[in-house]
């Protein structure tokens, strides 16, 4: 039988970070790339350099890291996303979040406030489906320090 370890046991409330990002990126005027796992299979590799990188300095705008704050993080954190769809249309939740982990915390290390993303420091996220919100679809992310 096969065991499966969670690192960290105990309770994730020490620092928090909370920010908002949008369910798709705008790419030019009349591109953009919508944040899920069919898009990012199917898109060129320069399309998606540009989505990266534009995500990241979304992130870098949001001055999440203006060192008075104690990051990088030193213990294990713990992802939440709340996911508000603009539509009731449904959705493989999986689709979403592995583009969405993947460039959070990408974007997170490149700001200093991750040092890494590996199984040790990054635990399993929660995933939370949210009202639709046709005027501001997003995904909401609280990243919690954990002791």
């Not at 065991?3 to 620092?15: A, D, R």
């Not at 920010?19 to 790339?33: G, N, Q, R, T, Y």
Request: glycine content about 4%.
């Amino acid at each position: 039988m096969a065991h499966c370890l969670e690192v960290h046991k105990g309770e994730c409330k020490m620092k928090t970070l909370f920010f908002a990002v949008p369910l798709e990126i705008k790419l030019s005027s009349k591109k953009k790339f919508i944040m899920n796992l069919n898009n990012y299979r199917n898109a060129h590799w320069n399309e998606l350099a540009k989505a990266k990188k534009l995500f990241n300095e979304m992130i870098e705008g949001f001055n999440l890291n203006d060192g008075t704050d104690g990051f990088p993080f030193e213990n294990p954190v713990r992802f939440q996303y709340k996911y508000y769809p603009k539509t009731g249309r449904s959705y493989d939740r999986m689709n979403v979040l592995s583009v969405v982990d993947k460039f959070s915390c990408d974007a997170l290390i490149k700001a200093g406030i991750l040092i890494d993303d590996d199984y040790r420091r990054v635990l399993t996220p929660e995933f939370l489906h949210c009202k639709i919100d046709k005027e501001n679809p997003r995904i909401e992310i609280t990243v919690k320090e954990c002791v």
